[in-house]
């Protein structure tokens, strides 16, 4: 089973729609967890960590479930602006190499007019 | 502002010849890596930096070296460009080992030929 895994998409959804992304991980002693959006031909940028009671930013709501070893990101009406590639991130536990960040290869959004 | 840069953003090369790609942070920021982003993987860790003279090997390190004289520079050098090269390569730093925010250059796509 790879370390993080992620639905690659693409995700064609209409403007205004809902639309959920999930990403599972292997290591059950996973610290940290994040979503990055990464633009086309553009570098990534930290979206929204993930909590584990859950957490809100505007449109975005990140989840986490450690019993299943999954992480949700959910987008409420969509907008053309989101069409980009929403990549999972893992932190491991703490020790060495704690701070080696594992990605996901990513799920891509188009939000379609 | 602070930022990250990148250099060349674009370069070509022929298989053997050495290649040096520059990265410079204005963060101030003790850690520092590099990754490279290829269609079907995602991104992977190439070499990390957690301060000045400390250089530890990622995921995939062979073909590949770093040195940190100070800190803001971490150039990635390939000794013997070989074609399995080619590939977006990217600069991140990060203020701390905890934060799961690492910020991204724009990127060095290149090409061996």
């Known amino acids: 089973r790879k370390e993080v895994e992620q639905d690659p998409g693409p995700f064609n959804v209409p403007e205004g729609a809902t639309v959920a992304f999930n990403c599972t991980y292997s290591n059950s002693a996973s610290q940290s967890f994040f979503w990055y959006r990464q633009d086309c031909r553009k570098e990534p940028k930290l979206l929204m960590s993930v909590y584990s009671s859950g957490n809100e930013d505007g449109r975005f709501t990140a989840q986490l479930n450690r019993a299943s070893q999954y992480i949700s990101l959910l987008i409420r009406d969509s907008k053309l602006s989101d069409s980009a590639t929403y990549l999972c991130?893992?932190?491991?536990?703490?020790?060495?190499?704690?701070?080696?960040?594992?990605f996901g290869k990513g799920t891509k959004l188009s939000v379609i007019p | 502002d602070a930022e990250i840069t990148q250099s060349p953003r674009h370069k070509i090369t022929e298989t053997g010849r050495q290649v040096t790609l520059a990265c410079h942070q204005t963060w101030n920021h003790n850690n520092m890596f590099w990754y490279r982003q290829d269609l079907g993987h995602g991104l992977r860790l190439i070499h990390y930096?957690?301060?000045?003279?400390?250089?530890n090997k990622g995921e995939v390190s062979d073909g590949y070296s770093v040195s940190r004289s100070n800190t803001e520079d971490l150039p990635l050098t390939l000794e013997s460009a070989a074609s399995s090269q080619t590939s977006v390569y990217f600069c991140?730093?990060?203020?701390?080992?905890?934060?799961?925010?690492?910020?991204f250059g724009e990127g060095s796509r290149l090409t061996v030929l």
């Open positions: 991130v893992v932190k491991p536990p703490s020790g060495a190499g704690s701070y080696q960040l594992t």
């Open positions: 991140a730093s990060s203020a701390g080992l905890n934060t799961g925010e690492l910020f």
């Open positions: 930096s957690y301060g000045v003279h400390d250089t």
